[in-house]
């Protein structure tokens, strides 16, 4: 399939040059060499066709969080899905949802509808399909506890549908193989009260609202925490609160943010993240782990 082809076929939904920084939280990032927002199923496979075909490199966006995109740009195409997989609706078990979908307006319809499991989720500022991924978790709580099985397509143009024995999940982690794409999952809910459900959200919201910059936009925290203290009070103890390269600084809130104060690049957080794991490893030994995902430039 030529590109004219597929732009034909899209009718309006593919585009070049798009700059990423509309398309994340942390307002970072230059442009794609091609954006797509497919509608459904069939619309993917046939991108996913054209893209091996072209041998062009393919990033997956949903609400473009835990996302920090170089000022280059991202050199192949970009599939975002939040426009078309934002489906919703309820099994025997739980929830069957699409990946587009934003966990809020996950936890609102478990809230209507009395179903708990997913309220650690209250401030999380990502899709569906990105907190599976990443095994996105709060207040003791995490996704791939709640995952009973996901569909997607890798590649190759293969659909899958994939259970709960063959999934692993960790601290932010998941077995998902980086190139596949989830379509849609079905979250395994129990039944609850809802006035005990809205609760706990409201008790989470509160928290979130005053240990982290939610007015502001970033892209969630930057490090994993090591296993022996947490990577927000490693970065405090070396004096990083308040650090700043250019637009980008490191919250007064909460250590492991870095906020874009309005005209930042990514650069200049870039920067700045080396600035605070050399400061970590001189003070502690220890060598910071990204838990935001850095793309675009040579690497894709």
């Not at 798009?18 to 307002?27: A, I, R, V």
Request: hydrophobic fraction near 40%; aromatic fraction near 6%; charged fraction near 25%.
């Amino acid at each position: 399939m030529s590109y004219e082809e597929l732009s034909k076929r899209l009718k309006g939904r593919l585009a070049t040059g798009k700059p990423l920084s509309d398309y994340t939280s942390f307002g970072l990032g230059g442009p794609a060499k091609l954006l797509v927002h497919p509608a459904d199923e069939k619309d993917l496979e046939i991108i996913l066709g054209f893209t091996r075909q072209e041998g062009m490199k393919v990033l997956v966006l949903g609400a473009g969080t835990n996302l920090l995109v170089r000022d280059s740009g991202f050199p192949g195409l970009v599939i975002r899905m939040a426009e078309g997989f934002t489906g919703i609706s309820p099994t025997q078990e739980g929830l069957e949802v699409e990946v587009g979908i934003e966990a809020k307006t996950v936890l609102d319809y478990c809230l209507s509808e009395e179903l708990q499991g997913m309220e650690f989720s209250a401030g999380i500022p990502g899709s569906v399909g990105g907190m599976i991924k990443t095994n996105a978790g709060a207040f003791g709580g995490e996704m791939g506890s709640v995952v009973a099985k996901i569909k997607g397509i890798n590649r190759d143009g293969e659909w899958l549908e994939i259970g709960a024995d063959g999934l692993s999940f960790g601290y932010r982690y998941s077995n998902i193989p980086q190139d596949f794409v989830i379509t849609r999952a079905w979250l395994r809910l129990k039944k609850g009260k809802r006035e005990e459900l809205k609760r706990v959200v409201s008790e989470n919201l509160r928290a979130k609202a005053t240990t982290q910059p939610i007015s502001q936009r970033s892209a969630g925290c930057i490090f994993k925490n090591p296993p022996q203290v947490p990577a927000a009070k490693l970065i405090e103890e070396v004096g990083g609160k308040g650090m700043r390269v250019g637009e980008a600084m490191v919250s007064p809130l909460h250590a492991n943010f870095i906020v874009n104060l309005g005209g930042a690049t990514a650069s200049q957080a870039l920067l700045l993240i080396d600035q605070l794991r050399k400061k970590v490893r001189k003070a502690f030994g220890l060598t910071l782990e990204l838990e935001v995902k850095v793309v675009g430039g040579d690497d894709g």
